[in-house]
């Protein structure tokens, strides 16, 4: 659809485009909407702090393809990256055109689905696995500015209200050839982005939310090409950033492909590292850390290595600071969520969710489910809801004694990306379509 179809559909009406100056065509809103971010937005990958957490109330836990669905809007093309929300709005990154040489970052009225609006630029046809297509990464907002990664073609901020674009940077060339899945986030007055993988480098970088400079940056050493590393395994990261205050400095935790890193926001100072992300399969992470109090936990990409530790030192803290590490484990691309000192995680390969104490490493219990599960875990009304790729959620009590299973959900449409809770709903993308459950 041409971006003059789009706007006639939302305003049922022709209005003027205007090409930005970094050549993006843009569809503005012809209403005013409150930017004002809620204590309850869910404003990037896994809520406001990426703890997978919500405050949302009366968040559904029965649903169908055909019941309790208040709206569907079919989309263009699938896509793995996870809805965001802002006030009245859902977010979505995406592709569009025959070989995904378009990306896209559009807005949908949270009441009844309509296009709001949409941004497209041009950007390069990457190399990419079947499994994640292009598309694949989470806006991030503070409630006025959403900012949206679209690796070689580069990192946008618009304005949440109407999509007017602020500014944009191209920071490289980024070829996997498994594609991209890294997310921004945004702490403070700053914009924190883990590059992704790359044959470029790998890079760990702040930029100002207001004007995109460049604050700091910190390229990791590589030890490969980007693709392989020097043993001709597996190489990369794919984990996205997660804030956390460690004795009263607020870290920007990153998984990279052989060790979890903590950088000074404010400064980018490498504060800390803990060493063990390195697995028999290759350097690999998938998964973001997970947090619970002064514990930090990560489990490696392809069936890699799991281990927690102490948040807090300074230099290499993996002897002094590392509780347990697990040498191998079942296959984890989605991040888990922590309660009272227990993590729930649902798993790729095999389609099982455990339950882990934190302190230990001990695998309290295991549930098989239906299917494979690419997205995380959230935790919404102090109960987990974990999406597996047939489309299925299982709705459970975070009991570290044993599963307690509240609802299975069969939407009838795959999916790999996140939900995301709202009071009284549920947004999920599918393969297809973008979905409001509850009424």
Known sequence: MLVRDIARSVFGRSIPIANAAFGLVATLAACQLNPAAAQDDWGQFRGQMSRGESAAENVPTEWSADESIAWRVPLERSGNGSPAIVGELVLIAGAA?????????????????????????????????ETNPSGGTTPASDGETVVVWHGTAGLFAYRVADGEPLWSRQLGTFEHMWGQGTSPIIVGDRVILS???????????????????????????????????????????????????????????????TRVVGFEVATGKLKFWCEGTRGPRGDLSYSSPVISGD?????????????????GGSGDITESNRLWRVEQNPQSIGTGVTVDGYLYQSEAGPGIIRCIDLGTGEVKWQQRASKEHWASVILA????????????????????ERFIEIAENQLGEPSNSTPAPI?????????????????
């Open 97 to 129: 055109g025959e070989k995904a040489e378009r990306k896209t970052l559009a807005a949908y009225r949270v009441s009844d689905g309509s296009l709001v609006w949409e941004q497209v630029c041009d950007g390069p046809v990457e190399a990419t696995h």
């Open 381 to 400: 009304g102090g109960r987990c809801y974990a999406l597996a790729q047939d489309g299925t959620t299982l709705v459970f009590e975070p009991n570290p």
């Open 423 to 439: 009071h009284g709903g549920l947004i999920i993308r599918t393969a297809n379509s973008l979905i409001r459950i509850g009424q």
């Open 295 to 311: 514990l930090c936990a990560v489990t490696g990409g392809y069936q890699g290595p799991s281990f927690a530790f102490r948040l």
């Open 195 to 257: 590059s992704g993988p790359s044959k470029q480098e790998i890079f760990v970088a702040a930029f100002d939310l207001a004007s995109g400079e460049t604050l700091w940056r910190h390229v990791e050493p590589m030890d490969g090409d980007g693709e392989t590393n020097t043993e001709g395994k597996y190489m990369g990261s794919w984990s996205s950033p997660v804030p956390v205050e460690v004795e009263g400095t607020e870290i920007a935790l990153v998984s990279l492909p």
